[in-house]
Antibody, heavy 120, light 108 residues
């Protein structure tokens, strides 16, 4: 059974940092691209970042470029999102989502999400 | 940047057909994916590549895509279909995934 479990969310002050993790199981993690998608309270889905299976290709949404860094460790079946210079508008539930194939792929499995709250 | 436009809400009686649109410039040239999200839950893929269904998704869910509009069609709507629905495409000009704003489906 495919499972994606996010962790690392919490309350952080504006300007602070946080590192999210996504533990994958039930599939060959190294064969799939991965994404982070967030959802602010009461709002729609917003794509955050993409990483290819080998980490050779990485993309970011304009809203997080230069502040967030996506990475993965295929040996540990884990995906990460390092978030720096956090702002109030980064407050959201953050989901990791598996890509079926490259960038054009749909997201066929999602984690349950981890809540990040940026507030003083 | 590429914009996907969805109606904020669609209402339909049980047993009827719901159609949720997703508008975008020449969206017919892109692969469109659709997600269902119920309150407090993660999104679930219901249609991918315009009209394909993942395993486990009822045949009542179908999709089409042409010109400037993609459409998710839900036939014989049930109370359990009440949810938010999002369309998604890859925009190669910006190297960004793009989601529509979402449509709340209400079953009357």
């Amino acid at each position: 059974e495919v499972q994606l479990v996010e962790s690392g969310g919490g309350l952080v002050q504006p300007g602070g940092s946080l590192r999210l993790s996504c533990a994958a199981s039930g599939f060959t993690f190294s064969s799939y691209s991965m994404n982070w998608v967030r959802q602010a309270p009461g709002k729609g889905l917003e794509w955050v970042s993409y990483i290819s299976s080998s980490s050779s290709t990485i993309y970011y949404a304009d809203s997080v470029k230069g502040r967030f860094t996506i990475s993965r460790d295929n040996a540990k079946n884990s995906l990460y999102l390092q978030m720096n210079s956090l702002r109030a508008e980064d407050t959201a539930v953050y989901y990791c989502a598996r890509g079926v194939r490259g960038v054009i792929s749909p997201f066929d499995y999602w984690g349950q999400g981890t809540l990040v709250t940026v507030s003083s | 940047s590429y914009v996907l436009t969805q109606p904020p809400s669609v209402s339909v009686a049980p047993g009827q057909t719901a159609r949720i649109t997703c508008g975008g410039n020449n969206i017919g040239s892109k692969s469109v994916h659709w997600y269902q999200q119920k309150p407090g839950q993660a999104p679930v893929l219901v249609v991918y590549d315009d009209s394909d269904r993942p395993s486990g998704i009822p045949e009542r869910f179908s999709g089409s895509n042409s010109g400037n509009t993609a459409t998710l069609t839900i036939s014989r709507v049930e109370a359990g279909d009440e949810a938010d629905y999002y369309c998604q495409v890859w925009d190669s000009s910006s190297d960004h995934q793009v989601f529509g704003g979402g449509t709340k489906l209400t079953v009357l």
